[in-house]
Nanobody
Framework: VQLQASGGGLVQPGESLRLSCAASGSIPSSALMAWYRQAPGKTREWVARITPGGTTSYSDSVKGRFSISRDIAKKTVYLQMNSPKPEDTAVYSC?????????WGRGTQVTVSS
């Protein structure tokens, strides 16, 4: 399984952005998918996750602003970032959990700045 995040870039505070995480290889629909981020000089932080059944959960720092979704047929997970703030600046990565194994993809840089 390989994961590739995309869609990052430079956005102004309040400007929406959607990240994508495309999976290649054999990834079952039973995989739990999650987004993480890591800002410069900080440890990696969990952002959001979505279960195989579609249940979502978010960290307090993004709750109400970000939304995670998935397209099982396209093997893609999305992170809709609404009302981003400068403190959301980080490298965003996605992960897939299958049984007791986790798979990680290369991240995409998101910079929120005016």
């Amino acid at each position: 399984v390989q994961l590739q995040a995309s869609g990052g870039g430079l956005v102004q505070p309040g400007e929406s952005l959607r990240l994508s995480c495309a999976a290649s290889g054999s990834i079952p629909s039973s995989a739990l998918m999650a987004w993480y981020r890591q800002a410069p000089g900080k440890t990696r932080e969990w952002v959001a996750r979505i279960t195989p059944g579609g249940t979502t959960s978010y960290s307090d720092s993004v709750k109400g602003r970000f939304s995670i979704s998935r397209d099982i047929a396209k093997k893609t997970v999305y992170l809709q970032m609404n009302s981003p703030k400068p403190e959301d600046t980080a490298v965003y990565s996605c992960a897939a959990y299958v049984g007791g194994t986790s798979f990680w993809g290369r991240g995409t840089q998101v910079t929120v700045s005016s």
